[in-house]
């Protein structure tokens, strides 16, 4: 089940530009800035109340994210729903044959993710994750 | 209500109308937007609308006025000579303005009717005004004013010379011995809004920055709190004055025949200032200053030189929340049906937003999805086309609004008026895309939490 709306994406060509306006300007506190050097990413999540911002800097050419960037510039790009059970959800979206980008959930800034094709939702691109701690909780041994 | 007060104006008095009109025209960089009189106060003036105040040169008419107003204005420029003499601040509405201030403890007279008249085109304006005894304000004088008149009535004072001239008020410098004093009259009993409190110890100083909307009242007082302070008056030091291109203002000021420092680096980083000499200021110490855009960067908020911050800064306004998305789509109910069938979140209402589309609320725990489709012809029906239909906007809570635009506005980003959106009651204002890497934003306050 979806509890609430985690982070709302937002693809930026320079992260340390966009902080003047999202940290500086509105105020919002960093509480997560990390290189994800597997998906060539730079990331930076900033608390919005009880919900979040996260910058997305591509620092490759040939992923999803820059390709993005070539295309449609810098802009809001996807929408992140917390899951109670993420893999309960993977498997009954599967199951209702939701075209999915992740087959399987993986660790992400947020936690334990899986993307949904785009398609799937008329052009908004929509992620689900669920906290690693309660992840955890939920499917002991899993890494 | 009191934190709702802005800087009014600036009143500076002089010994000479027209010297001094002639001077501040060229320091300032416009010409008047208005030369007029007080018949029932026996002073006459000039103004300068500037960007985000007005500028008024005042000095005694020669004929019989109220002495309340008259004398007042004769004994300050005997004892003291030319310079500020008031700051009037500027309130929506007097009456209840004076009766909160009173109730905080502030001397203030009725408020009374005023009304001047421009000598050289015959407009009028009205406004009524409030004068606030010196002794409750450590000797600072300051007057509350409701305009009467529309902004436009008085126009603005036009740039002689583009990029060259002073488009705003930065900061006005009032220099107190008793700084504890003076921030319980700012803080508690005006209801100003404290942004800083530091210490810079190389230089044995302590400041206060309050601010009024976007002008900085910056309170200058010694470090430690001396014995001999304590009772002593605060006086006005100078103004500062943002201006696009110091570099271009000090060449047209020299080429005036106006002495000036130069540019040389602020205080501040990102800021170049130069300080404007001679008699041509008329007593008011003068400072020009440009903000570069790293000024608005959070480092240059910090202490500089071994600064210290003696209480945490305030922001203008805080973001609570995230309130919704904005998602567009060409057919509002097949993607209704499918935001329902798979991720099971329902739509709850639908309503129409007048020059937007129809519109579909889908709760989702802390926020919403507001699934649009646009009306033909509208700009959110244009972005659908330029960027595709899905996520369009996203709208954000702060807790004052009115705050939240002028803060922006100071650092250069452009945003609209606060306007009333729909139910319950909220008010929104939309931040250009420019700032906010491509995302269109919407600024809202609920006016029930």
């Known amino acids: ?143 | 209500m009191a934190g709702n007060l802005t800087l009014d104006h600036v009143v500076i008095a002089v010994y000479d109308l027209d010297a001094a009109t002639a001077d501040y025209t060229n320091v300032l960089g416009r010409t008047p937007s208005w030369r007029g009189g007080h018949p029932k106060y026996g002073t006459r003036n000039t103004l300068f609308r500037i960007d985000n105040t007005y500028v008024e040169l005042l000095a005694l008419s020669g004929a019989q006025g109220d002495k309340r107003w008259s004398g007042e204005l004769q004994r300050f420029l005997e004892q003291r000579g030319e310079g500020v003499y008031a700051l009037a601040l500027g309130t929506p509405d007097i009456r209840s303005t004076v009766n909160e201030m009173r109730e905080n403890g502030l001397e203030v007279m009725d408020p009374a009717d005023g009304h001047g008249i421009d000598l050289d085109t015959g407009a009028e304006r009205a406004w009524r005004n409030a004068m606030v005894a010196p002794k409750g304000t450590n000797g600072i004088r300051l007057f509350f004013i409701q305009h009467l008149a529309p902004p436009e009535a008085l126009p603005v004072a036009e740039p002689v010379d583009e990029a060259a001239y002073v488009r705003r008020m930065d900061h006005a410098v009032v220099l107190s011995a008793d700084m504890e004093a003076a921030r319980r009259v700012w803080s508690d009993v005006l209801g100003a809004r404290l942004a800083l409190d530091r210490t810079f110890p190389d230089r044995n100083t302590r400041i206060l920055f309050y601010r009024l909307a976007d002008i900085t009242i910056e309170i200058s007082g010694g470090s430690a709190q001396s014995r001999e302070g304590i009772g002593k008056p605060d006086r006005f030091f100078g103004l500062a004055w943002g201006v696009d291109s110091i570099e271009r203002t000090c060449a047209r000021l020299a080429a005036a025949g106006v002495e000036t420092s130069g540019p040389r680096p602020g205080i501040k980083p990102g800021t170049l200032v130069a300080t404007v000499k001679g008699p041509a200021t008329h007593g008011v110490a003068t400072l020009l200053i440009e903000h570069m855009p790293q000024s608005f960067e959070a480092e240059a908020r910090g202490p500089q030189r071994g600064a210290i911050d003696n209480a945490p800064q305030q922001r203008a306004f805080t973001a609570t929340a995230l309130d919704h998305i904005s998602v567009t789509t060409p057919d509002l109910l097949a993607t209704a049906t499918k935001w329902a069938a798979t991720l099971n979140l329902s739509v709850t209402e639908t309503h129409d937003v007048p020059g937007e589309g129809r519109v579909a609320k889908i709760p989702a725990g802390n926020a919403y999805l507001a699934l649009t489709q646009p009306t033909e012809g509208s700009g959110i029906a244009a972005a659908m086309t330029d960027r595709g239909q899905g996520m369009h906007a996203i709208a954000i809570a702060v807790d004052n609004i009115d705050e939240a635009v002028r803060d922006l506005r100071v650092k250069g980003i452009e945003v609209t008026d606060p306007t009333p959106g729909r139910d319950p009651t909220p008010r929104i204002a939309r931040v250009s895309k420019t700032a906010t890497n491509g995302v269109p934003l919407i600024l809202i306050q609920h006016t029930t939490p």
């Open chain 1, 1 to 143: 089940m979806l509890t609430k709306v985690h982070h709302v994406g937002v693809v930026v060509r320079d992260i340390d530009q966009a902080m003047r306006f999202w940290r500086d300007t509105l105020g919002l506190d960093i509480h997560k800035l990390q290189m994800i050097e597997e998906q060539g990413v730079k990331a930076a999540l900033l608390n919005l109340g009880d919900s979040e911002i996260e910058l997305l800097e591509p620092v490759v050419t040939d992923n999803g994210i820059a390709r993005y960037l070539d295309r449609k510039g810098e802009g809001l790009h996807h929408i992140c729903f917390q899951s109670d059970d993420v893999e309960r959800d993977l498997t009954a979206l599967k199951f209702k044959g939701v075209e999915m980008i992740d087959q399987q959930t993986r660790v992400g800034i947020a936690g334990r993710i899986c993307f949904l094709h785009p398609t799937a939702m008329d052009g908004a691109l929509i992620e689900l994750c669920q906290p690693l701690d309660e992840y955890a909780a939920l499917h002991p041994g899993a890494r």
